[in-house]
């Protein structure tokens, strides 16, 4: 299923030949050390991916999803977009890409299309976005969409992460 396009990107479903790439996204220690997170295993890699084969639209909106990013003439996955919730039940976005796709712009495009998808695919009112402050790129990319409401420490990860969100009227009035 194909989620939606931007200029240079699509963002689709995964397929079973999407695995070796998406276990790269979580077993890289360039893309881990940003997060931060801890590498996975084989068998978290599988059931992870597993539980993200098949995905339908509706189930954006229940569980935490992850759909393939992928250069619109290339068939290979560079990354994830991941529809979340946070620890209050908010929409949050997050995406993350392989080492090889960094300082493309793939990750401001990415967040724009996201932001548009969730507001008027999905008519969504309010999305969140938690970034290590440590990931100097992905604040940037924040930054240029969405307000930070607060810095907290992250038990979980083990760093200091930094909230933004940004309210749907706010994105539409930016985007006239």
């Known amino acids: 299923m194909n989620l939606f396009e931007t200029e240079r990107l699509r963002i689709k479903s995964l397929e079973k ?94 967040t724009k299309g996201m932001l548009n998808f969730y507001f008027n695919t999905l008519h969504t009112e309010k999305v969140t976005a938690d970034v290590n402050v440590a990931n100097i790129a992905s604040v940037k990319i924040l930054e240029k969409f969405m307000k930070c409401v607060k810095e907290f420490f992250n038990e979980r990860d083990n760093c200091t992460d930094r909230r933004y969100e940004l309210e749907k009227n706010n994105w539409l009035q930016q985007n006239q």
């Not at 893309?31 to 801890?38: A, D, M, N, T």
């Not at 990013?69 to 560079?78: S, T």
């Not at 990354?79 to 209050?88: I, M, R, S």
Request: proline residues 3%; contains cysteine.
């Open 17 to 110: 030949t999407d695995k070796v790439h998406f276990a790269e996204l979580f077993t890289d220690p360039k893309v881990l050390e940003l997060i931060p997170q801890k590498a996975f295993t084989e068998q978290q890699i599988t059931d992870r991916f597993n539980n993200n084969l098949n995905i339908v639209l509706s189930d954006i909106k229940t569980q935490k999803c992850a759909f393939g990013i992928f250069k619109k003439d290339d068939p290979e996955l560079i990354g994830l977009a991941l529809f979340l919730k946070n620890e209050n039940n908010e929409e949050e976005l997050g995406y993350r890409f392989r080492a090889n796709a960094w300082g493309n712009g793939y990750g401001t495009e990415t």
